[in-house]
C-alpha cells in the first residue's frame, strides 16, 4: 500500500512538472518567440490576436505568478486554449479528433512488439550457444539502429509505392462509409505499414533487454539446481528463469515506452497517419503553439499513467514488492 | 587507466568491429573536404580552358565533365589570350551513375558530396552533445552519489521524474519556440533532456564504489573528497561513463536527424537529417528516388550499431555472465 501510495504520488508530481515545463518553456525561450509571432500576426482578425496574447500572457498586465495560477487552474479544468492554425476551435476539440487513431495504432504495436520480442529474447538466451542466437542478437541491433521514420520511407517505398500492396499514407479510404465492413477494412490496409514500421523498430529493444534479464536469470544458482534435479528443460526454461526475468523487463517497458512513443509519433508524420503525431507535425508547420503543447501535454499524461500502471502491475508481479520489502 | 580500457576493448571482436566503423566515421568526418568531390551545395562545375596563347599549342586548366546541361563562353584577357569558359550543370534528380556514385537531388546537387559533408555535421553533432550529456550527468551522479543525503533525494527525484517524461514531444515543443535555427541550439536541446537516464545509471555506479572497501579505507584516513573522488572512484567508471557516452551520442544522433526531418533544425545545413527532409519535402519516394533517401539513413542505422556494438563489448567485459563460455 506505501508502495503504491508513492508511485501516486510520483504520478501526481511528474504531471505537474509536466504541466510546468509547458507553461514555461514558452516564457524562458530567448528572444521572445510569443512576441515575435504576434509581429506576424499583423491584419489578422482582432479576436484571433487576441486569443494569441491571452494564450501566452501578452499585455495583461499579470504577473509571472498570476498568469501561472490562472494557467494551472484552466488546465486543470481541461482548457488548454484554442487552436491558432483552425481557430477558433479549442485545442481539446483538435486534439480529440486525433486520440483514436494513436490510441489504437500504438497500443497495439505495443503488444505486439513487448510479447514479440520477449519471446525471442527468451529463446535467444535459452540457446545463446547456437548461431541462430548470435545472428539474431546482431540482426536485431542492426535494425534497432535504424530512425523510425526512414524505416517508414522504405517501406512506403517498396510496399506501396514499387509493389502497391498497400496505400500510401492516411489511415482509411475516403470513399466509404464510415462504419462500413469495407470501411473497417480499409483502416485494417491503412495501418499495416504504419504498425509494421514500429513492430520492427521496436522489438529489437524489448528483445535484447529480456535476453540479458535472462541470461542473468540463467546464472543463478536455483537454476544449475533446478537442472541438476534433473526438471524438465521446459519447466526450467518457463517457470524458473523466464519467470524471474520478465520483472526487470516491465519495469524497462515503463522506461523504453517514451522511445517507442517518440518512434511512433515519427511513424505518424511520415505516413500522414491522422493521429497526435501527424497533428503535431501540422502544428509545428503551421505554428500553432496552443495545440502543441496540448499535444505534449497529452503525450506526456499518457505516457505518465502508462507508467503507472506499469509500477502496478511490478506490485502485483513480485511479491518483494507487494510484501513492502523493497 | 583509459589506455588499459581501449586495450580490453580492442581485443573483445565485437567493440573492435564497432570501433572500426566509428573511426571510418570519423574519419570520413575529419577529412570531409577531401573525400567529397564537389562542395556540398554545388550544382554545376565550372572549368576554363586556355584556347589560344601567344605560343605553343592550347594549354588545359581544368578538366571538365560530361552532363546534360553545358554552357560555353568565350573571352579574350589579352589580345592573344583566349580563354573557354565552360560552365556543366549537374542534371536533376539523377540515378546514381557516371560523375554522381549516388546521383543527385532536385536542384542537382551532387548527393555522394552532400552525404560526406553531411557525416561532418550529423557526426560531430552527436559526439559534441554525447560529450556534454555525459559530463552533465557525471557531474550530477557524482554531486548525489558522493554527498549523499538531501542533494541526493533532490538530484534523484528530479531524475526519476524527467526520466519519465517523453523526450522526443518535449524536444520537438522546445525546438519550435527557439527562433535561432542551427548546429548549437540543437546541441543545447539534445543535451539538456537527456541526462536522465545516464545520471541515473552512474549515480548508483557511484554509490556501489562509494561502499567498497578502498573506497572507505581511503575516506577514513582522511584523504580529501576531490582525491577520493577522482583517484578512486572515477577511474573504476570508466567503463560506464564511456557507455553512457556512446548510448548518448546514439541518442544524439537519431535526435538530430528526428528534428531535421520534421524541419525543425537549420535546413540550410547539409547533414544526414536535412538530405532526408529536401528528400521528403520534394517527394523523392514518390519519384522513386531511392538513392536519395535510402544512404543517409544506412549511415544512420551503421553509426548505431557501431555504438551499440562498442557497448555489447563493454557489457561483457564488466558483466562476465554476459561473456561466451
Same mark, same amino acid.
Given at each position: 500500500?506505501?508502495?503504491?501510495?508513492?508511485?501516486?504520488?510520483?504520478?501526481?508530481?511528474?504531471?505537474?512538472?509536466?504541466?510546468?515545463?509547458?507553461?514555461?518553456?514558452?516564457?524562458?525561450?530567448?528572444?521572445?518567440?510569443?512576441?515575435?509571432?504576434?509581429?506576424?500576426?499583423?491584419?489578422?482578425?482582432?479576436?484571433?490576436?487576441?486569443?494569441?496574447?491571452?494564450?501566452?500572457?501578452?499585455?495583461?498586465?499579470?504577473?509571472?505568478?498570476?498568469?501561472?495560477?490562472?494557467?494551472?487552474?484552466?488546465?486543470?479544468?481541461?482548457?488548454?486554449?484554442?487552436?491558432?492554425?483552425?481557430?477558433?476551435?479549442?485545442?481539446?476539440?483538435?486534439?480529440?479528433?486525433?486520440?483514436?487513431?494513436?490510441?489504437?495504432?500504438?497500443?497495439?504495436?505495443?503488444?505486439?512488439?513487448?510479447?514479440?520480442?520477449?519471446?525471442?529474447?527468451?529463446?535467444?538466451?535459452?540457446?545463446?550457444?547456437?548461431?541462430?542466437?548470435?545472428?539474431?542478437?546482431?540482426?536485431?541491433?542492426?535494425?534497432?539502429?535504424?530512425?523510425?521514420?526512414?524505416?517508414?520511407?522504405?517501406?512506403?517505398?517498396?510496399?506501396?509505392?514499387?509493389?502497391?500492396?498497400?496505400?500510401?499514407?492516411?489511415?482509411?479510404?475516403?470513399?466509404?462509409?464510415?462504419?462500413?465492413?469495407?470501411?473497417?477494412?480499409?483502416?485494417?490496409?491503412?495501418?499495416?505499414?504504419?504498425?509494421?514500421?514500429?513492430?520492427?523498430?521496436?522489438?529489437?529493444?524489448?528483445?535484447?533487454?529480456?535476453?540479458?534479464?535472462?541470461?542473468?536469470?540463467?546464472?543463478?544458482?536455483?537454476?544449475?539446481?533446478?537442472?541438476?534435479?534433473?526438471?524438465?528443460?521446459?519447466?526450467?526454461?518457463?517457470?524458473?528463469?523466464?519467470?524471474?526475468?520478465?520483472?526487470?523487463?516491465?519495469?524497462?517497458?515503463?522506461?523504453?515506452?517514451?522511445?517507442?512513443?517518440?518512434?511512433?509519433?515519427?511513424?505518424?508524420?511520415?505516413?500522414?497517419?491522422?493521429?497526435?503525431?501527424?497533428?503535431?507535425?501540422?502544428?509545428?508547420?503551421?505554428?500553432?503553439?496552443?495545440?502543441?503543447?496540448?499535444?505534449?501535454?497529452?503525450?506526456?499524461?499518457?505516457?505518465?499513467?502508462?507508467?503507472?500502471?506499469?509500477?502496478?502491475?511490478?506490485?502485483?508481479?513480485?511479491?518483494?514488492?507487494?510484501?513492502?520489502?523493497? | 587507466?583509459?589506455?588499459?580500457?581501449?586495450?580490453?576493448?580492442?581485443?573483445?571482436?565485437?567493440?573492435?568491429?564497432?570501433?572500426?566503423?566509428?573511426?571510418?566515421?570519423?574519419?570520413?568526418?575529419?577529412?570531409?573536404?577531401?573525400?567529397?568531390?564537389?562542395?556540398?551545395?554545388?550544382?554545376?562545375?565550372?572549368?576554363?580552358?586556355?584556347?589560344?596563347?601567344?605560343?605553343?599549342?592550347?594549354?588545359?586548366?581544368?578538366?571538365?565533365?560530361?552532363?546534360?546541361?553545358?554552357?560555353?563562353?568565350?573571352?579574350?584577357?589579352?589580345?592573344?589570350?583566349?580563354?573557354?569558359?565552360?560552365?556543366?550543370?549537374?542534371?536533376?534528380?539523377?540515378?546514381?551513375?557516371?560523375?554522381?556514385?549516388?546521383?543527385?537531388?532536385?536542384?542537382?546537387?551532387?548527393? +555522394?558530396?552532400? /552525404?560526406?559533408?553531411? %557525416?561532418? *555535421? @550529423?557526426?560531430?553533432?552527436? $559526439?559534441?552533445?554525447?560529450?556534454?550529456?555525459?559530463?552533465?550527468?557525471?557531474?550530477?551522479?557524482?554531486?548525489?552519489?558522493?554527498?549523499?543525503?538531501?542533494?541526493?533525494?533532490?538530484?534523484?527525484?528530479?531524475?526519476?521524474?524527467?526520466?519519465?517524461?517523453?523526450?522526443?514531444?518535449?524536444?520537438?515543443?522546445?525546438?519550435?519556440?527557439?527562433?535561432?535555427?542551427?548546429?548549437?541550439?540543437?546541441?543545447?536541446?539534445?543535451?539538456?533532456?537527456?541526462?536522465?537516464?545516464?545520471?541515473?545509471?552512474?549515480?548508483?555506479?557511484?554509490?556501489?564504489?562509494?561502499?567498497?572497501?578502498?573506497?572507505?579505507?581511503?575516506?577514513?584516513?582522511?584523504?580529501?573528497?576531490?582525491?577520493?573522488?577522482?583517484?578512486?572512484?572515477?577511474?573504476?567508471?570508466?567503463?560506464?561513463?564511456?557507455?553512457?557516452?556512446?548510448?548518448?551520442?546514439?541518442?544524439?544522433?537519431?535526435?538530430?536527424?528526428?528534428?531535421? +526531418?520534421?524541419? /525543425?533544425?537549420?535546413? %540550410?545545413? *547539409? @547533414?544526414?537529417?536535412?538530405? $532526408?527532409?529536401?528528400?521528403?519535402?520534394?517527394?523523392?519516394?514518390?519519384?522513386?528516388?531511392?538513392?536519395?533517401?535510402?544512404?543517409?539513413?544506412?549511415?544512420?542505422?551503421?553509426?548505431?550499431?557501431?555504438?551499440?556494438?562498442?557497448?555489447?563489448?563493454?557489457?561483457?567485459?564488466?558483466?562476465?555472465?554476459?561473456?561466451?563460455?
Amino acid at each position: 500500500m506505501k508502495y503504491f501510495l508513492r508511485k501516486l504520488g510520483m504520478l501526481a508530481f511528474t504531471l505537474f512538472v509536466s504541466i510546468s515545463i509547458n507553461f514555461f518553456i514558452p516564457r524562458l525561450m530567448p528572444g521572445d518567440p510569443a512576441r515575435a509571432l504576434l509581429d506576424k500576426m499583423e491584419g489578422l482578425p482582432p479576436e484571433q490576436i487576441e486569443s494569441v496574447r491571452a494564450a501566452f500572457g501578452l499585455d495583461t498586465g499579470d504577473s509571472l505568478l498570476v498568469q501561472y495560477g490562472k494557467y494551472l487552474g484552466n488546465t486543470l479544468r481541461g482548457d488548454l486554449g484554442v487552436s491558432f492554425s483552425r481557430f477558433p476551435m479549442p485545442v481539446t476539440q483538435v486534439l480529440r479528433i486525433a486520440i483514436p487513431w494513436t490510441i489504437g495504432l500504438l497500443a497495439l504495436c505495443m503488444v505486439i512488439s513487448f510479447a514479440l520480442g520477449t519471446a525471442i529474447g527468451i529463446a535467444a538466451a535459452w540457446k545463446r550457444e547456437t548461431r541462430l542466437a548470435s545472428f539474431s542478437v546482431g540482426l536485431f541491433s542492426f535494425i534497432r539502429s535504424f530512425p523510425y521514420f526512414w524505416l517508414g520511407l522504405i517501406f512506403i517505398y517498396f510496399f506501396a509505392f514499387r509493389l502497391r500492396l498497400f496505400p500510401i499514407g492516411g489511415a482509411y479510404a475516403v470513399t466509404e462509409t464510415r462504419g462500413s465492413a469495407a470501411w473497417w477494412l480499409s483502416v485494417l490496409r491503412h495501418g499495416t505499414l504504419p504498425a509494421l514500421t514500429i513492430c520492427v523498430s521496436s522489438i529489437g529493444g524489448w528483445m535484447l533487454m529480456m535476453r540479458n534479464n535472462m541470461i542473468n536469470v540463467l546464472a543463478e544458482d536455483y537454476i544449475t539446481v533446478a537442472l541438476a534435479k534433473g526438471l524438465p528443460l521446459r519447466r526450467v526454461k518457463a517457470l524458473y528463469a523466464a519467470k524471474n526475468a520478465i520483472l526487470p523487463s516491465v519495469t524497462g517497458f515503463a522506461m523504453s515506452l517514451g522511445f517507442v512513443v517518440g518512434g511512433g509519433l515519427l511513424t505518424e508524420m511520415v505516413f500522414s497517419y491522422p493521429g497526435v503525431g501527424y497533428m503535431l507535425y501540422q502544428a509545428v508547420n503551421a505554428k500553432d503553439y496552443p495545440l502543441m503543447q496540448a499535444i505534449f501535454l497529452f503525450i506526456a499524461a499518457a505516457v505518465l499513467v502508462a507508467n503507472f500502471i506499469a509500477d502496478i502491475a511490478v506490485m502485483i508481479l513480485d511479491p518483494r514488492v507487494r510484501d513492502g520489502a523493497a | 587507466m583509459i589506455k588499459d580500457f581501449f586495450l580490453t576493448l580492442v581485443r573483445n571482436r565485437k567493440s573492435l568491429a564497432g570501433l572500426c566503423i566509428l573511426a571510418f566515421f570519423v574519419f570520413v568526418a575529419a577529412f570531409a573536404p577531401l573525400l567529397a568531390p564537389h562542395p556540398a551545395k554545388a550544382d554545376r562545375v565550372v572549368t576554363t580552358k586556355l584556347v589560344k596563347a601567344e605560343t605553343g599549342d592550347p594549354e588545359t586548366v581544368a578538366e571538365g565533365e560530361a552532363s546534360d546541361v553545358r554552357e560555353v563562353e568565350t573571352y579574350r584577357v589579352t589580345t592573344v589570350r583566349e580563354y573557354e569558359k565552360t560552365t556543366d550543370y549537374f542534371p536533376l534528380k539523377a540515378k546514381p551513375g557516371k560523375g554522381h556514385p549516388l546521383g543527385t537531388n532536385h536542384a542537382g546537387q551532387d548527393l +555522394f558530396s552532400q /552525404l560526406v559533408w553531411g %557525416t561532418r *555535421v @550529423s557526426v560531430s553533432v552527436g $559526439l559534441a552533445t554525447g560529450l556534454f550529456v555525459t559530463l552533465l550527468s557525471l557531474t550530477l551522479a557524482l554531486v548525489a552519489g558522493y554527498a549523499g543525503g538531501i542533494l541526493d533525494d533532490i538530484i534523484s527525484f528530479f531524475t526519476n521524474v524527467f526520466l519519465v517524461i517523453p523526450g522526443l514531444p518535449l524536444i520537438i515543443v522546445i525546438a519550435a519556440y527557439v527562433a535561432m535555427k542551427g548546429v548549437l541550439p540543437i546541441v543545447l536541446i539534445l543535451g539538456l533532456t537527456g541526462w536522465p537516464y545516464p545520471t541515473r545509471l552512474l549515480r548508483a555506479q557511484v554509490l556501489t564504489l562509494k561502499s567498497r572497501d578502498f573506497v572507505r579505507v581511503s575516506r577514513s584516513l582522511g584523504e580529501r573528497p576531490s582525491f577520493v573522488i577522482f583517484r578512486e572512484i572515477l577511474p573504476n567508471m570508466i567503463s560506464i561513463v564511456m557507455a553512457e557516452f556512446f548510448a548518448s551520442s546514439m541518442a544524439a544522433i537519431m535526435g538530430e536527424a528526428s528534428l531535421e +526531418f520534421i524541419g /525543425l533544425g537549420n535546413v %540550410t545545413v *547539409v @547533414s544526414w537529417g536535412t538530405i $532526408l527532409y529536401w528528400a521528403q519535402a520534394n517527394g523523392a519516394l514518390l519519384s522513386g528516388a531511392w538513392w536519395w533517401f535510402l544512404p543517409p539513413g544506412l549511415c544512420i542505422a551503421l553509426l548505431g550499431t557501431a555504438f551499440v556494438l562498442v557497448n555489447f563489448g563493454i557489457d561483457e567485459i564488466s558483466n562476465p555472465r554476459l561473456r561466451k563460455r
